[in-house]
């Protein structure tokens, strides 16, 4: 499963191509709705991790610790600066 923000985007760009490619004459739609739900899905998640990195980014620059993130994220303060440091690093 994708976990970076570039590889979901990817793969919810990757998603949409191969969906918008299907020949509906060949494939039913009832075969590609529960396939282009999947993709949507993927959109959102897409959408929500940029808002969630976005706010993780501004928590810090507020001057939040990573102990705090991490409690609100329900992940350990080691681990929040692991998953999202490369975002306040740059």
Known sequence: MPRTRQELEQAAANAEVWLDSLDP????AEDTFDLRE???ALGELVTQQKRLDN???AA?????SWGEIGLVLGISKQAAPERYGKLVNR
Not at 25 to 28: N, V
Not at 60 to 64: A, I, M, S, T, Y
């Open 25 to 28: 004459d060949t494939t039913p």
């Open 38 to 40: 999947i993709g949507l």
């Open 55 to 57: 706010a993780v980014l």
């Open 60 to 64: 810090r620059r507020n001057g939040r």
